[in-house]
């Protein structure tokens, strides 16, 4: 029986655990034997007790030497790497186009990593979609974050008093995150624009209540797997300007634009944050890859011209409960293309293996954390 080791979430900040009472009632149908080190589910709200109950093992640092399988939420630290087995087979975010240390590293211990960022959006991957599910909550926070540091009411009120107006929030980026907020806003009542340089994003956007902000010119740019392509500078510039213009009556804007292993593009100016009214706030999820607001820091808020940027890459962990049982859950998913009749075995021929491995007996096989690997970005 394969043995599954689930260690303490060690990253700063990080909250989450990658397995759950609830996922363990998958895993217990694939024959594994999950080992959980013990109080790693403390900050999440889960006790041993409750893993215990659900079938795991709860165990120490030194039950690691002998899984064949490890999960985890944030990415190793080199001491983690060095001491997970040769060969064992990690379940993981790696972030590998910030992480690239830490990638050479897993592919020098011969370690078979599947990064869960890197799992295809296909309709059979839904279940092991680990982005969208911790995108979900990140939408959700962003906006309760946002009506909790404004000085406003969200919705419209008419007292006695006379009318207060609906605040106006912008949304930048129609997928996952951004349609979660824009849901989420428009249950408090809030007045929503939305950009994105998707065409199907317009209508999401309208079958929610929300307002699509139209770029001149702008054609479908569409990714591969659903994602937005990167732009060129003529089009940021046009998107820019409009964005300037609507930016300049937003009480909040909640920014989620990413393109998969590269820097997320900036979107607000330092011009832009001028031109919106004091006392407003700007969220950034894409916090963690450089913003999509040019003066947003990971460390903090910064204050600009009475507008304050509020980094939030790391609100998932902020709802470590919630966060954790859909993320269990993904693994648990990813977890039943591993085991066959009780054994682990890697089906490389498997789009969704194949398209989430990211090194594998001693090399490095994504080909575009290879390239930056081989030129030097280390």
């Known amino acids: 029986m394969p043995t599954l080791y689930v260690p303490r979430e060690t990253a700063a900040g990080e909250r989450r655990l990658a397995a759950t009472p609830a996922s363990l ?49 944030a990415p190793p630290s080199p001491a983690e790497v060095a001491a997970l087995p040769e060969g064992a087979v990690l379940l993981s975010f790696i972030a590998p186009h910030r992480n690239l240390e830490v990638v050479r590293a897993l592919a020098e211990r011969r370690v078979s990593t599947l990064a869960m960022e890197l799992v295809p959006r296909i309709s059979r991957a839904q279940s092991m979609d680990a982005l969208s599910s911790q995108a979900n909550i990140a939408g959700y926070r962003a906006v309760i974050t946002a009506a909790y540091e404004l000085d406003k009411y969200f919705p419209l009120f008419m007292t ?34 939305v950009s994105d340089i998707r065409a199907a994003a317009k ?40 964005l300037t213009e609507v930016l300049s009556g937003a009480n909040a804007v909640i920014t989620t634009a990413q393109i998969p292993g590269r820097p997320a593009p900036t979107l607000v ?10 006392g407003s706030v700007v969220i950034d999820l894409a916090a963690a890859d450089g913003g999509n607001c040019e003066l947003t820091d990971t460390a903090g808020v910064v204050e600009h011209g009475g ?25 648990a998913g990813y977890c039943g293309l591993l085991i066959t009749d009780g054994q682990l075995a890697l089906d490389l021929e498997d789009e ?17 954390t290879a390239e930056l690997l081989e030129g030097g970005a280390a």
Do not use: C, W
């Open 25 to 73: 009632r998958d895993l217990a149908r694939l024959d594994l034997d999950v080992v959980i080190e013990s109080g790693a589910g403390a900050a999440a709200g889960i006790s041993d007790e409750d893993l215990e109950a659900a079938g795991a093992r709860i165990g120490g640092p030194d039950d690691l030497a002998t899984a064949q399988l490890v999960a985890r939420v």
């Open 160 to 193: 006695s008093a006379g009318t207060i107006r609906p605040a106006n929030l912008v949304v930048l980026g129609a997928g996952v995150a951004g349609l979660q907020a824009v849901a989420t806003a428009r249950r408090l009542g809030a007045v929503v624009k």
């Open 203 to 242: 209508e999401e956007v309208a079958s929610l209540g929300a307002n699509f902000i139209d770029i001149p010119d702008a054609a479908d740019l569409t990714g591969e797997g659903g994602y937005a392509k990167e732009v060129g500078e003529d089009f940021l510039s046009r998107q820019r300007h409009v």
């Open 269 to 278: 100016t330092t011009a832009m944050v001028e031109a919106m009214p004091p």
């Open 307 to 331: 507008v304050r940027i509020l980094p939030g890459h790391h609100f998932p962990s902020e709802m470590p409960g919630e966060a954790s049982t859909m993320y269990g859950r993904n693994i």
């Open 352 to 368: 969704v293996v194949a398209g989430s491995l990211l090194t594998h007996d001693g090399a490095v096989v994504h080909e575009r």
